[in-house]
C-alpha cells in the first residue's frame, strides 16, 4: 500500500467517524429539542429518516474504505 492509498483509506476513515458521530449527535438533539417544542409526530419522523441517510451514507463510505483495502491488498 503506498503512502498516498493510506493516506485516502484514513482520510475517508475519519469522515465515516465524523458522519457516525455528527449524526447520532444531531438526531439525538433533534429529537429532544422537537419533543420540547411539540411538533408532531410527522416531523419527528422526517428527522428519523434524515439521521437513517447519514447512517447509510457512513455505510457507504466504510465499504468503500473496506474496498479499497482489499483491494490494495491483492
Do not use: C, N, P
Amino acid at each position: 500500500m503506498s503512502e498516498a492509498q493510506a493516506q485516502l483509506v484514513a482520510r475517508k476513515g475519519r469522515i465515516a467517524a465524523l458522519v457516525i458521530a455528527g449524526t447520532g449527535v444531531l438526531w439525538v438533539l433533534g429529537l429532544i429539542i422537537g419533543q420540547k417544542m411539540g411538533l408532531s409526530q410527522r416531523w419527528l419522523g422526517l428527522i428519523d429518516l434524515v439521521a437513517l441517510a447519514g447512517f447509510v451514507f457512513a455505510l457507504v463510505l466504510i465499504w468503500q474504505i473496506w474496498r479499497a483495502r482489499r483491494d490494495m491488498e491483492g
